[in-house]
């Protein structure tokens, strides 16, 4: 079942490619062939699952390979990526309030395709689409972007688009069915149909701005701006009210988000790159949040790179949010979604990483292997770790 947990997973697994490094030589580079292979496992435990009503067992493991190859020309960038999510939650049993020792296991499969044509001038122009398919969950996700960088090469600019159309109704993958159905509610909750609408629809629009300062230190800053219709709850979501009763989370079917980043990139004394990032974000469903971040890397010789990482995140509660038995039944609007409550964030993590390159017939060959750990902590005892493993490798 799709859960609003695992994107605080995917949280986690931001910059995992470690860092980028740019080698100046000789050879003309008529085209490169890229793969990347990466392997992530995030175990979660917490307990205030939304599926029992703000109450209960969080625990969520994902197992999650990938795929993706990228073939580099003169004026052409070609890109797939293909990958899964394999789901494991002791929460999602409670759909049904069935009690066993076992977890529930869900699967998500995804690919996406990318397209970037380079033009005189320093124009370059992209596209992309996407498919994810899980049994309550089929999103097709498509986008186009457009980058410019002027004539010294200090100053690029860029706009993206992106747009996600999602089906929320459970089948697409289960023997019987293979199509969308129908929504899954709590098996109490299933005498009626809560929603009159089954699909959500999301906008993203983002700005970028990078500024090379000098030498040692570049300048970025990326308005972003997200308008969501449709189906905004999630349907097998409980809400106890403070009168006992109970009834599916509702949510407004319109949520519109802004958010800005800022990242300041230096390098110091040659073995150090410094990368911070501040992003502030606010949304209508009334929640205002901050985040900081650091990623250092460290490079212990040509080969070896040890990068730590901290991040610190904070936000408002919803104005839709309420504790288990808290929410009156005169309210429109309600959820007991500790992803919509008041929380501090706290991740830190580090990462190992060994890059050899060599030329072989006139022909550049870079590989490189990763390992990154995370662990998070947030303010309502909600806690994670994942670990990341990353194979590279170029050839021109």
């Not at 793969?35 to 205030?48: A, S």
């Not at 870079?366 to 770790?385: D, G, I, P, Q, T």
């Amino acid at each position: 079942m799709k859960n609003r947990n695992l994107k605080l997973g995917c949280l986690l697994l931001l910059n995992l490619s470690g860092y980028a490094q740019t080698k100046i030589d000789s050879i003309a580079k008529i085209s490169r062939t890229e793969i990347e292979m990466v392997y992530n496992q995030y175990i979660q435990n917490g307990n205030n699952s939304a599926i029992t009503g703000g109450i209960g067992p969080e625990k969520l493991t994902v197992y999650g390979p990938s795929f993706n190859i990228k073939k580099i020309s003169d004026k052409n960038v070609y890109s797939y990526t293909i990958g899964s999510d394999i789901i494991s939650s002791a929460s999602t049993d409670n759909i049904d309030y069935i009690k066993s020792s076992a977890s529930v296991l869900d699967a998500r499969v995804y690919t996406n395709f990318g397209y970037e044509r380079k033009f005189s001038k320093n124009l370059n122009l992209n596209f992309n689409g996407g498919l994810s398919i899980e049994s309550d969950y089929l999103s097709f996700t498509y986008g186009f972007g457009i980058s410019k960088t002027d004539k010294s090469k200090t100053h690029n600019y860029s706009f993206d688009v992106s747009i996600s159309n999602d089906d929320l109704r459970w089948g697409l993958v289960n023997p019987g069915y293979y199509a969308p159905t129908k929504l899954i509610y709590p098996s109490e909750l299933r005498y009626k149909e809560w929603y009159d609408v089954y699909n959500r629809n999301s906008y993203n629009f983002k700005l970028g701005l990078w500024k090379i300062l000098n030498k040692r230190n570049n300048f970025g800053v990326f308005p972003e701006l997200t308008y969501q219709e449709g189906l905004l709850a999630t349907p097998f979501h409980r809400v106890y009210f403070s009168d006992g009763s109970l009834r599916v989370e509702n949510l407004p079917n319109r949520r519109l988000k802004g958010a800005i980043a800022i990242r300041l990139n230096s390098f110091v004394a040659g073995n150090y790159i410094i990368k911070n990032t501040f992003n502030v974000y606010e949304d209508t469903f009334g929640i205002r949040a901050f985040s900081l971040e650091n990623e250092t890397i460290v490079k212990v010789n040509s080969k070896l790179a040890i990068i730590p990482n901290i991040r610190f995140y904070s936000q408002s509660s919803s104005k839709y949010f309420n504790e288990y038995l808290k929410n009156s039944i005169e309210q429109s609007y309600y959820t007991s979604d500790f992803d919509l409550s008041k929380f501090k964030t706290y991740n830190i993590g580090i990462g190992i990483k060994y890059k050899n390159e060599k030329i072989k017939d006139n022909r550049l060959i870079s590989k490189s292997f990763m390992v990154r750990y995370n662990f998070l902590e947030r303010s309502n005892n909600l806690n994670a770790h994942s670990i990341s493993i990353i194979f590279f490798s170029s050839k021109d």
